[in-house]
C-alpha cells in the first residue's frame, strides 16, 4: 500500500516554496514552484526533485509513477530490495465473455470470460 502523503510547504530536498507559501516566495524574492508527491515515501517535492518514474506493483502502481530522486536512488542502489514484479497481466480477449460490467465512474469495464480469466479495461478513451 502507498504510504500517506506528507504535507509541506516547501520541497523536502531543494527547499524551494510550493506557490502557496506566499510569505517565503517574497522574503527570497522567487516564483513558488508545484508540490507533487513521491509514490513510495509520500513525501513533498518539487518537479526537479522528483522527475523519475518507475512502476511499483507491490503498492499499487502498474504503471509508471512519479518518485523522488532519494528513493530512485535506493532502487537503483539496492534493486533486491524493491520488487518491481507486475502483478497485473495484460492480455488480448481470446475467450468468449461471459460477464462483463461497465464502471462509469472510474472509466473501466471488467469482463469474464469462458476460460474464467478476469480483465479489467480502461475504456476512457472510448466513453
Not at 41 to 47: A, D, E, M, P
Not at 53 to 81: L, N
Not at 89 to 109: D, H
Amino acid at each position: 500500500m502507498a504510504p500517506a502523503w506528507r504535507d509541506s510547504d516547501k520541497c523536502e530536498l531543494c527547499d524551494a516554496p510550493f506557490f502557496w507559501n506566499l510569505k517565503v516566495m517574497w522574503d527570497r524574492k522567487i516564483v513558488g514552484v508545484r508540490r507533487h508527491h513521491c509514490r513510495t515515501c509520500g513525501q513533498s517535492f518539487c518537479s526537479n526533485c522528483s522527475n523519475h518514474f518507475t512502476v511499483f506493483p507491490a503498492m499499487g502502481f502498474e504503471k509508471q509513477a512519479r518518485i523522488c530522486s532519494t528513493c530512485h536512488s535506493k532502487m537503483e542502489k539496492y534493486p533486491e530490495q524493491f520488487d518491481l514484479t507486475p502483478l497485473a497481466v495484460s492480455s488480448e480477449l481470446r475467450q468468449g465473455v461471459v460477464e462483463m460490467q461497465l464502471q462509469e465512474s472510474n472509466t473501466r469495464l471488467i469482463t469474464v470470460g469462458y476460460d474464467r480469466i478476469i480483465l479489467l479495461w480502461n475504456v476512457a478513451k472510448m466513453l
